[in-house]
């Protein structure tokens, strides 16, 4: 089992910036890939951005590339989410998520074995 800890999340004007940290205790962080997903009110859980175990391949929505960057610490056991120049439409509240086959990120939700509890992000205009 792992667990994971996400924090970070808030409100901020639009323009603005956050970053989320999740942490990861339990079995082997460094072996997972690693993803952030958001969930918007009324809305299905999406994928944002996610990294294989290595950080050699990351993969972004096409909404959030080039705004948001994914990177991970494996000495620490933890994922961050950079997220820059938000918009209201990033409103969401933000999961943390680890796959136990690290090799290749996946973009679906079903291929995460662990979870965590989500942080709010609000983005005022």
């Known amino acids: 089992q792992v667990q994971l800890v996400e924090s970070g999340g808030g409100l901020v004007q639009a323009g603005g910036s956050l970053r989320l940290s999740c942490a990861a205790s339990?079995?082997?962080?460094?072996?997972?890939?690693m993803a952030w997903f958001r969930q918007a009110p009324g809305k299905e859980r999406e994928i944002v951005a996610a990294?294989?175990?290595?950080?050699?391949?990351?993969y972004y929505a096409y909404s959030v590339k080039g705004r948001f960057t994914i990177s991970r610490d494996n000495a620490k056991n933890t994922v961050y989410l950079q997220m820059n120049n938000l918009k209201p439409e990033d409103t969401a509240v933000y999961y943390c998520?680890?796959?136990?086959?690290?090799?290749?990120?996946?973009?679906?939700?079903?291929?995460?074995?662990?979870w965590g509890q989500g942080t709010q992000v609000t983005v005022s205009s």
């Open positions: 990294i294989t175990r290595s950080g050699a391949n990351i």
């Open positions: 339990g079995r082997s962080f460094s072996g997972y890939a």
């Open positions: 998520a680890a796959d136990e086959d690290g090799t290749y990120y996946s973009t679906r939700l079903a291929s995460y074995h662990y």
